[in-house]
């Protein structure tokens, strides 16, 4: 698209202090070049407002605590508004001691590098400002399997419980809907149903803090601009500087009314919330849109639109989801969607990062616009199904309505916007490494004399596969308690912390209950667990099945001895291993049978346990460096894969296994059991700029995505970058800094890779 005079020269001024792809993506850091907007780094540095506020206030609650440093650590920021831009507010600076949606305060233990307070009150300090610290997972696992057994589990990276547990969108439209102050009122409102007990009503005047900083943000930000404008010679800035102390003047208190206050009411939202996760911006903000273009606004609807997501580009965000369905099941693409989409494709850029929702009802003219964009060498947008996700939300108890209005958020995650907690990744559990367990009778791999897992015998004593599988059932059922019910600790570490104080208000049952984000306030709290080695574990037990127990052309005693050693050695029965076993990927039911079986047991699995939030913990797959991660730490397996080598990073298949085109990968993928992966499960897709150059090119690549999403499948995350282009961008990596690719649940430009990751997206193409 072509932007508007205004909109091109912010574009220009972006680009001269965009930063590298990192910081947008941790969405935690000011300007690059913070000298030139008025941030003094040494000053950065002195400000403490988070530990300054615990020692100021010592009696006070420490959720109010919290909250007036979050308010102090905003307000402490120097207004910054750059010239041209209509709506505006930059990202905080990176104090040393900060508060994250996923953890809540960070950096704490910097007070004990005080010099002028003495250990003693140095750790009183730190408790104070950390209720619960990992210790807390630390400690049920040593009081479930002892201090050995479990330093053995830990060394042997079976799994990470407990961890990141952070992205949720708050309820833009319930912000739009009343402003600030009226959300001061819905807070007072459910403060006088629910007044019981001091904690309750902390938590209810906290959330009054957080919104009236937002406020007084604002008024900052419109004092700022009518200096600005009152100084300025320029009659143009100077309209634009007087435009934006009225809009921030006004949605400081009021409702919007205009989509150019609504814009700038999203923008605060978002970046009080870390620049997280937008939701379904096409759709909360198009009423807003509608009545910009019949009735006109202070600027037009385009350049207010154009200003948010340029703000998304520069700053970062971790998905804006588009179309799908409405809550009525009609389709829900609208002007809004076609116009984000343009502007995503005149960026061309890791960021904003996109997703389309799509259904069999989809406008055929929505995938074409996307399919070009991945012709111009985009990996962006994602596209998820309707068709599983809104079923598989269904299952786990999720009103329709509210399932229809689902959102994808963070790298691949899907949750109900402004309703849900789902903990996103609860954990991270390594299949394959419970197969190792099964192979070794329980015992770690890194410590052989720890029995770690039930003895559940010695491979070369099996009889019959279905006796071998068992044992690989009963160590996946044994290890997935232990992982699920440290999850748990991992959750009640945020409760205590009030990881998402911001988020509360903005999120509904967290005021009507009186309960906090961490602590099943929201709607909706299912859990999520991300699923690593899938393909390795289903192509492994195809090639026992096959070639040990059915055609018995390789003994237990060779194949045991074969892996122990990492095939050195035995590079015939690899090679058989390799060759002669059907892989997961191919369209072949053979393997892709045993797939379904093996995702079956573990999600069938996970869903027996509850998360403390509320809810069953449900499936994903997303797993961004750590399909490279766990593959280091897993041994060599009977799918013929070396010791260390990757596992990879989604739903399909092993990197370089599927080797019969990508309909064939397509249509194994689509017989998992995705609807039971409902926490976001991803695949990866090579569609490469050479397969999508020619109209009828592309005309066939839109018919084989449509029947996948259609058919079963639930995302497809593209790569479009050709197998040449990236082996050259190894060698001359200051010829393509433009090339981008996926990395399991985000874009990033290829020559900012290290190399064993750029080895591991080349090895896709089989």
């Given at each position: 698209m072509n932007f508007t005079d205004r909109m091109e020269r912010v574009k220009e001024d972006i680009l001269t202090r965009l930063k590298p792809y990192a910081l947008r993506e941790d969405t935690h850091t000011c300007p690059l070049?913070?000298?030139?907007?008025?941030?003094?780094?040494?000053?950065?540095?002195?400000?403490?407002?988070?530990?300054?506020?615990?020692?100021?206030?010592?009696?006070?609650?420490?959720?109010?605590?919290?909250?007036?440093?979050?308010?102090?650590?905003?307000?402490?920021?120097?207004?910054?508004?750059?010239?041209?831009?209509?709506?505006?507010?930059?990202?905080?600076?990176?104090?040393?001691?900060?508060?994250?949606?996923?953890?809540?305060?960070?950096?704490?233990?910097?007070?004990?590098?005080?010099?002028?307070?003495?250990?003693?009150?140095?750790?009183?300090?730190?408790?104070?400002?950390?209720?619960?610290?990992?210790?807390?997972?630390?400690?049920e696992g040593i009081r479930l399997l002892g201090e050995r057994r479990y330093e053995a589990l830990c060394n042997d990276n079976m799994f990470s419980a407990g961890g990141y547990q952070g992205h949720t969108v708050p309820d833009y439209g319930t912000l739009l809907c009343n402003g600030l102050d009226g959300m001061l009122k819905l807070t007072d409102k459910w403060a006088g149903v629910n007044a019981r007990g001091n904690d309750t009503c902390d938590l209810y005047e906290a959330c009054r803090i957080i919104i009236r900083g937002m406020s007084e943000w604002l008024t900052m930000y419109a004092a700022e601009a009518e200096r600005l404008a009152a100084s300025e010679t320029d009659a143009v800035q100077k309209r634009f500087y007087a435009e934006i102390a009225e809009n921030c003047a006004y949605v400081a208190h009021n409702k919007p009314?205009?989509?150019?206050?609504?814009?700038?009411l999203v923008w605060t939202l978002s970046l009080w919330d870390w620049v997280d996760c937008m939701g379904r911006m096409d759709q909360y903000l198009y009423g807003f849109y509608e009545r910009a273009v019949r009735d006109g606004d202070v600027i037009s609807p385009e350049e207010s639109i154009t200003s948010i997501i340029f703000k998304i580009w520069e700053n970062g965000s971790h998905n804006v989801t588009l179309s799908g369905m409405l809550e009525n099941g009609s389709d829900a693409t609208n002007e809004l969607t076609y116009l984000m989409l343009?502007?995503?494709?005149?960026?061309?850029?890791?960021?904003?990062?996109?997703?389309?929702?799509l259904h069999k009802n989809s406008p055929p003219e929505l995938l074409d616009l996307v399919i070009s964009l991945w012709s111009e060498g985009m990996s962006d947008p994602t596209v998820v199904s309707d068709e599983t996700v809104i079923p598989g939300l269904i299952k786990i108890g999720v009103d329709p309505k509210d399932a229809r209005n689902y959102t994808v958020l963070g790298c691949q995650e899907i949750e109900i916007p402004g309703m849900s907690n789902t903990g996103c990744e609860d954990g991270i559990f390594n299949i394959a490494?419970?197969?190792?367990?099964?192979?070794?009778?329980?015992?770690?791999?890194?410590?052989?004399?720890?029995?770690?897992?039930?003895?559940?015998?010695?491979?070369?004593?099996?009889?019959?596969?279905?006796?071998?599988?068992?044992?690989?059932r009963i160590q996946l059922e044994y290890f997935t308690k232990i992982f699920c019910t440290l999850c748990n600790k991992g959750q009640?570490?945020?409760?205590?912390?009030?990881?998402?104080?911001?988020?509360?208000?903005?999120?509904?049952?967290?005021?009507?209950?009186?309960?906090?984000?961490?602590?099943?306030?929201?709607?909706?709290?299912?859990?999520?667990v991300e699923t690593a080695g899938l393909a390795a574990v289903s192509d492994s037990l195809t090639a026992v099945k096959k070639l040990v127990f059915d055609e018995q052309r390789i003994s237990s005693e060779t194949l045991?001895?074969?892996?122990?050693?990492?095939?050195?050695?035995?590079?015939?029965?690899?090679?058989?291993?390799?060759?002669?076993?059907?892989?997961?990927?191919?369209?072949?039911?053979e393997a892709d049978s045993m797939a379904v079986k093996v995702?079956?047991?573990?999600?069938?699995?996970?869903?027996?346990?509850?998360?403390?939030?509320?809810?069953?913990?449900?499936?994903?797959?997303?797993?961004?460096?750590?399909?490279?991660?766990?593959?280091?730490?897993?041994?060599?397996?009977?799918?013929?894969?070396?010791?260390?080598?990757?596992?990879?990073?989604?739903?399909?298949?092993?990197?370089?296994?599927?080797?019969?085109?990508?309909t064939a990968m397509l249509n194994s993928v689509q017989k998992l059991p995705l609807q039971k992966g409902v926490g976001g499960t991803t695949l990866n897709v090579v569609l490469t700029t050479k397969m999508l150059s020619t109209p009828a090119l592309r005309k066939k690549t839109a018919a084989v995505i449509r029947s996948y999403i259609v058919n079963g499948g639930q995302m497809a995350q593209i790569t479009t970058a050709n197998l040449e282009d990236l082996a050259d961008a190894q060698c001359h990596p200051e010829r393509h800094g433009d090339l981008i690719v996926r990395i399991g649940g985000f874009s990033i430009q290829f020559v900012q890779l290290d190399k064993e990751a750029q080895d591991e997206i080349m090895s896709r193409y089989s």
């Open positions: 070049d913070a000298a030139s907007v008025g941030i003094c780094a040494d000053d950065v540095i002195k400000k403490d407002p988070f530990t300054n506020e615990f020692r100021e206030n010592p009696d006070a609650p420490y959720v109010i605590n919290l909250a007036n440093a979050i308010v102090r650590s905003w307000k402490e920021v120097p207004v910054v508004i750059f010239r041209n831009e209509a709506i505006v507010g930059i990202t905080r600076p990176e104090y040393t001691v900060h508060e994250h949606f996923s953890w809540g305060i960070q950096g704490a233990e910097s007070v004990f590098d005080d010099h002028d307070i003495n250990r003693d009150e140095a750790e009183k300090l730190f408790r104070r400002m950390s209720p619960f610290t990992w210790d807390h997972v630390t400690n009314k205009t989509l150019y206050q609504a814009v700038q343009q502007i995503l494709r005149s960026i061309h850029d890791t960021h904003p990062r996109m997703t389309v929702r490494k419970v197969l190792e367990y099964a192979f070794h009778n329980g015992k770690s791999t890194s410590d052989p004399d720890v029995q770690v897992g039930p003895a559940t015998g010695e491979f070369t004593d099996f009889k019959t596969f279905d006796e071998f599988y068992t044992a690989f009640e570490i945020r409760a205590a912390n009030f990881a998402k104080l911001v988020k509360t208000p903005f999120t509904a049952g967290c005021l009507e209950k009186g309960m906090p984000h961490d602590a099943g306030g929201p709607v909706y709290n299912y859990g999520v045991m001895a074969a892996i122990d050693a990492d095939f050195d050695g035995y590079e015939k029965e690899r090679l058989m291993l390799l060759n002669k076993s059907p892989k997961f990927g191919n369209d072949d039911d995702l079956n047991t573990f999600w069938d699995e996970i869903a027996k346990y509850r998360s403390v939030r509320g809810g069953v913990f449900t499936g994903a797959c997303s797993l961004l460096y750590s399909g490279i991660y766990y593959g280091k730490h897993t041994g060599a397996l009977p799918d013929g894969r070396f010791k260390g080598e990757p596992l990879g990073n989604s739903i399909g298949p092993r990197p370089g296994a599927d080797k019969s085109g990508v």
